[in-house]
């Protein structure tokens, strides 16, 4: 049995070592490195014959470029845009040899001793393609030259393997200056401008030839990214990083012995001009086409995508209702300003917009006097206090989130608050007594009267019951951007920024019984090579039906009996809300029908949109407040919107009446007549703290039918709803101290 034993065990121990020498025979080292090399030769012969077939093509280039149309929503023609290339090209020796390494530096340092291509930076690209990962950099300067003069942008693997040859090729056939100018001279540098002489004009107003070091960093540096890197429009975040880039490639020229460290510590950031208007884009066009470019950014059409030309845009602005939104303001605004004769005239900004309360569409936009003459949108700027138009978006937040008063009772419609001037807020850590416009006191009254005559004391009051965090959430869940909102008492007064556009968004999700509708300007993008479906905003429901359609009652009291009275017509079902920011620096009117919604606002705007300054006077009229020019110019546009009118009601449900709580104790102040405005005195009112425009006397119009008549004692007796603050007539009564809020 040993024997037997010992004979098994050998005959495996030989099987073993036969199948180890075959598997070692197969790997060896010869055959591992004759695979390698085969696999070498076999791209290098791949390689060599794409060489041969791949041929350095005649310029594609900015020859085919091809105007871009914009349409509006019926298909006519709005604008055509890049009919020409905003192109002039330079001989290399009219740019200043500092200015060449500037580029030469920031793109590709070793420019002038590679063969035209960097390997790992092409395979790190290809694979990037090949994974979907979209765009990759790392070409050199003769590569990016080949893309932009021979082929295309498209980020395809054959694209960039024809780059690599075409770009081998072409460093043997032209000398590093000839490929240095055709780059400098074809990129695209952001604003429209191809090539360094357009892009010297449109970022400093001077030629190629007169840039000096520091203009020519920053004109290096936005190649990386024009759109992000273009100061004018920039985000804090695009403004450090272009600073950035600017800063290495200083550094860079140093290192290459192009610049010295002495030279480099006297340059500054070159801070460019601000960009002019396209010709072309005179009244309106500008603005539409602004906002079109704004959404395809958002979309992936960046704006070297569209300066390729080729593209048709078709916006989602009615053309009808885009003439009437300008008559409107011609006729309701305009043509009572003396822009050449007033000082307070000339500074009158107008912005509008006008949103599908259904769909989200912007039918029609006014940014201002003239895009030419005003290149700042007044529909989309974001740099004025929306004031009391934010007041109806506190009142949904109690409502969705079942507020109650500092005595326990739910607050809808029907409850009562203490409308005593600079009555101090009770419940709050943050001190806050609001002053009444006029330093007017109401007493005991409803929630719906204070909203139709924009009580300051009790919106402040029910701020603090919902939580100031709360009815944050829920005006950002509506659309109010988060842009200077604290979570104080005094943002109960609409001081936070936002625009026309943004309060239309928040507005129009009220009007759709609280579905959420997020304001779009662009329907479609068709290419020949490419088409792009804008994403369809989410509808998720932002607010209850109920909350949503009981804010709608409540502004529907402020149009028929409160300050928003200018906007009251037989012709349409109306509700909306009225709106002046301290020293009246803006005046705004938010409303919709059941079928459009619409924000209209005036800004005063001084020293070339740089301060902000009172729109008082305006037009020889006293207070320009939201019951004013901003009124007329809605109820004017929405009459031709609407086609005269229209017999369409809102469907309300669920509206929350509310509880009445006892009356609360009405200050000792005399409120039978308006007493003289006075400076508020609590330490949380600085320019956060509008009050508020009620008028001065009081309406015949009975209060709307769901808001209690309330019996107080007789030191305030409580007034019925007002008519407007001025009856249509701004200016008849005393400014009081300048502190509104309406």
Not at 98 to 113: G, I, L, R, S
Not at 114 to 135: E, F, I, M, W, Y
Request: proline share 6%; no cysteine; glycine share 10%.
């Amino acid at each position: 049995m040993g024997r037997a034993d010992a004979r098994r065990a050998q005959a495996q121990e030989s099987r073993r070592a036969a199948k180890s020498g075959g598997i070692r025979r197969l790997f060896t080292w010869k055959k591992l490195l004759g695979t390698f090399f085969g696999i070498v030769l076999l791209g290098m012969g791949a390689f060599g014959a794409l060489y041969l077939y791949v041929d350095v093509p005649a310029a594609n280039a900015m020859a085919e470029r091809q105007s871009n149309v914009y349409k509006y929503s019926d298909g006519t023609v709005l604008a055509r845009t890049g009919k020409g290339v905003n192109r002039q090209i330079v001989d290399l020796d009219e740019v200043p040899k500092k200015v060449q390494h500037a580029f030469v530096a920031a793109e590709n340092k070793t420019f002038y001793k590679d063969q035209g291509v960097d390997l790992k930076g092409t395979t790190r690209a290809l694979l990037s393609t090949v994974s979907g990962k979209g765009k990759q950099g790392g070409s050199t300067i003769t590569q990016q030259y080949v893309k932009n003069y021979y082929l295309t942008q498209d980020p395809t693997v054959s694209r960039k393997l024809k780059e690599l040859v075409i770009s081998l090729k072409i460093d043997q056939q032209k000398s590093k200056d000839e490929i240095l100018a055709g780059y400098i001279n074809t990129a695209y540098y952001g604003r429209g401008a191809s090539g360094i002489q357009a892009a010297a004009q449109a970022y400093y107003g001077v030629d190629a030839k007169d840039l000096n070091v520091s203009q020519g960093a920053y004109l290096a540096s936005l190649l990386q990214a024009p759109s992000q890197y273009d100061w004018n429009s920039a985000t804090p975040t695009g403004k450090k990083l272009v600073k950035e880039r600017w800063a290495y490639t200083l550094r860079n020229m140093v290192e290459m012995d192009w610049l010295t460290e002495s030279e480099k510590a006297k340059l500054k950031f070159a801070y460019p001009q601000k960009p002019k208007p396209a010709a072309g884009m005179e009244g309106q066009t500008g603005y539409l086409v602004e906002a079109a470019n704004k959404e395809l950014e958002k979309q992936g059409v960046t704006e070297e995508d569209r300066e390729a030309g080729g593209w048709t845009f078709t916006l989602t602005v009615d053309k009808k209702r885009q003439q009437a939104l300008e008559k409107a303001v011609d006729d309701q605004l305009e043509s009572k300003l003396d822009r050449e004769g007033s000082k307070v005239d000339a500074t009158v900004q107008a912005g509008a917009t006008s949103v599908d309360p259904k769909t989200g569409k912007v039918v029609a936009l006014y940014g201002g006097e003239d895009y030419i003459k005003h290149y700042i949108s007044n529909a989309t700027r974001q740099d004025y206090q929306p004031a009391s138009t934010f007041k109806p978006l506190v009142l949904a937040s109690a409502l969705e989130n079942e507020s109650t008063t500092q005595d326990g009772s739910l607050i809808g419609l029907n409850t009562v608050y203490d409308g005593t001037s600079k009555r101090p807020v009770v419940g709050s850590d943050t001190p806050f007594s609001p002053q009444n416009e006029d330093d007017r006191s109401y007493g005991p009254i409803s929630v719906q009267r204070a909203m139709n005559s924009s009580v300051n004391s009790v919106f402040a009051q029910m701020i603090v019951d919902v939580t100031p965090s709360a009815a944050k959430q829920t005006a950002l869940d509506l659309g109010v951007p988060d842009k200077n909102f604290p979570e104080r008492p005094a943002v109960s007064l609409g001081t936070m920024n936002a625009s026309t556009w943004d309060m239309a968004g928040a507005y129009a999700t009220l009007d759709n019984h609280g579905r959420k509708v997020t304001p779009h300007i662009l329907q479609s993008a068709e290419h020949r090579d490419r088409t792009v479906n804008p994403e369809k905003p989410k509808r998720e429901q932002a607010i209850s039906r109920a909350s949503a359609d009981t804010v709608t009652k409540a502004l529907t009291g402020v149009v028929d009996a409160g300050s928003g009275s200018a906007a009251n017509t037989s012709a349409y079902d109306a509700a909306g809300k009225t709106g002046t920011s301290e020293d009246n620096k803006s005046a705004w009117f938010a409303g919709y029908t059941p079928e459009l919604t619409t924000v209209v606002a005036l800004f005063g705007e001084g020293d070339g949109g740089r301060k902000q300054v009172s729109l008082t006077g305006t037009a020889n009229s006293g207070r320009a407040n939201g019951g004013g020019f901003p009124a007329r110019i809605w109820a004017d546009y929405t009459l031709g919107a609407l086609g005269g009118g229209s017999g369409k009601t809102f469907d309300l449900q669920d509206v929350e009446r509310g509880e009445v709580p006892a009356p609360p104790t009405p200050s000792d102040t005399p409120s039978e007549e308006p007493t003289e405005s006075e400076e508020p005195t609590p330490s949380d009112t600085p320019s956060e703290t509008p009050s508020e425009t009620p008028s001065e006397s009081p309406s015949s119009t009975p209060p709307p039918t769901d808001s209690p008549t309330v019996t107080p004692p007789t030191k305030s007796p409580e007034l019925p709803p007002q008519p407007g603050e001025d009856d249509g007539q701004p200016g008849e009564r005393p400014g009081g101290n300048g502190l509104l809020g309406e």
